[in-house]
């Protein structure tokens, strides 16, 4: 089943993503992925700035509980800056 959806982007998208998410090849019709990357990038401002809530968060896992403790994390540092190559120390220089 293909659903027909009448969106007006000059009620919510600059004039940039308008002129990104324009098809040029089908005048009058959105691409697609262009407008769900330009509809996200405006709804993850929303929900940072608290204009926009989510009902019912309490649902969701909570990040916290899925973060490394420092504890965890401490012995791994070492390797992690090898790996970057950045240094261990604030006042050594970078390589």
Known sequence: MQVRLSIDLEAFA????????RA???PGMPARRHLDV?????????????DIAVDGPDSYANLRDQLMSW?????????FHA?????TDAAA???
């Open 14 to 21: 600059s004039l940039q993503w308008r002129k990104t998410v």
């Open 24 to 26: 040029p090849a089908r």
């Open 38 to 50: 330009c509809v996200f990038s405006y709804l993850a401002a929303e929900l940072r700035s608290g």
């Open 71 to 79: 504890q965890e994390c401490q012995p791994l540092v070492d390797a």
């Open 83 to 87: 790996q970057a190559g950045i240094p």
């Open 93 to 95: 220089p970078t390589p």
